[in-house]
Each structure stands twice: as structure tokens, then as C-alpha cells.
């Protein structure tokens, strides 16, 4: 699995994952292993080939193509504080091979988060926004038509309703 930066790119969308009460939640994690997290420490590791280790910070892609975000070692969570960041399931259907005009959705939602002169790159969701706009620059350049919306595309539309997580920067600059 290729790494950005020393990250592990990932999108959390529709994950089809088991969550009980007091029990650690588990995916699969594209390109092998399991990821676990704890539910007292929201702290996340792997499993690969018997090997237990941390997740490290960043977003992970999980087997599902869903998107896990990782920061300061811990899952960051939903509004509900009781399970694994979420963005709802991307119906393609919407946005499938739809033209991109102008920004893209994660260029937009990189700005939206970062800032237009990057004035807010220090914010908590900035890094996971670069990975995801990484990603679809990524899935773009490897299509047929790479002016159209890509899986990635249709994760960052959702991500761009998040407001609690994907915040919109408010530099004063």
C-alpha cells in the first residue's frame, strides 16, 4: 500500500464494520490486515500476518473503500463519541462520471479546511483534506477521463457536509 508523506491514505464511507457495547470495533483494511479499535482508548492498530501494530495518523482506506481518520494515535469519532468517524455511504449514482468544472470536490474541500493561502494547515482535519485531494489526483490521473468525479470525488462532497469534523477555516487572513 503506498504511503503520502509518511500517511497511510484512507476515506471513512459506509463502513461495514461490527460494533457491540463495550466490545472493540474491526474492519478490513485494503491491501490486508485488520484494523481494531479499542472503545475505552479510541486507540487503532493492525493486524497483518499475526503482526499487531499502531495505526499512525492519517486516513486509512479500508477494505470496503471507506475512509478511517487517525489523529494523535486515536480514532477520531463521530458527534456521538461512540463509534469510528463516519461519512455516509456515497451513492454514485449522484455524481458517477460527472464533469468536474473548476475545483474538484477535495480541491474544494481542502480550501474549505485548510484555507485558501493554507492559512489554517495546522487544523486537525487539514492533513486528512491533503490526503483525500492526494487520492483522487491519484484516481484521476489513472482514468479513462480524468476530468471526471472519482470514487474519492463522491467522499469529499460528503466530507464537505461534515461541519463538525471538515470545519471550515476562519483565519483572519
Known sequence: ?????????????????????????????????????DPDTRRATITRDGVTSPLWNGTHRLQDGSVLIINHGAVIPNEAMDSPRQLPPVETSDWEGAPIVGY??????????????DECAVAVACDPARQLLAMEQEERAQADSPSRMTYTSGQCLEALKDTVYF???????
Open 104 to 117: 474538484s470536490p477535495c480541491e474544494r474541500l481542502t480550501r474549505h479546511v485548510c484555507g485558501k493561502q
Open 167 to 173: 470545519s471550515v477555516c476562519r483565519s483572519g487572513k
Open 1 to 37: 500500500m503506498k504511503t503520502m508523506t509518511g500517511l497511510l491514505p484512507a476515506a471513512v464511507l459506509g463502513l461495514s464494520v461490527t460494533t457491540a457495547t463495550n466490545a472493540d470495533w474491526t474492519s478490513g483494511m485494503q491491501g490486508g490486515g485488520t484494523v481494531t479499535v
